[in-house]
């Protein structure tokens, strides 16, 4: 059976992640995969009140429970999911890769991915 590493390997090892990162609500990582000069603690304290700023806007336009987003920078996109009421999963994708795949890959096996942890 798979286990989250093996998922986070996985991830990791698609065209144009250069990092992905389990993490729980309170921003500590618990599984990690990152590129050069990434540092899994810090980009992990960051996640958790961006998702709960989503979760207030979908709230807010009664779009209910956020789920996945996508978020798009200059140098490259960020995917964020909400696997459990515990955990979410970060993925840092480097400018002109399309993450379409990605995103239909993450929606369809998310309660898969959650049920790991």
Wanted: net charge negative.
């Amino acid at each position: 059976m798979a286990s989250i590493r093996d998922v986070v390997k996985a991830l990791a090892s698609r065209e144009g992640v250069d990092a992905v990162i389990v993490l729980g609500r309170d921003g500590l990582p618990i599984d990690a995969s990152t590129g050069d000069g990434l540092d899994p603690d810090s980009l992990a304290a960051l996640v958790p009140p961006v998702v709960a700023a989503c979760s207030r806007l979908g709230a807010a336009a009664s779009r209910g429970d956020f789920s996945v987003g996508a978020i798009e920078y200059g140098s490259g996109k960020v995917v964020l999911v909400n696997l459990t009421s515990d955990a979410l999963l970060a993925v840092f994708v480097t400018a002109g890769h399309n993450i379409g795949s990605l995103l239909f890959d993450l929606e369809r096996h998310r309660k898969v991915i959650a049920a790991l942890l």
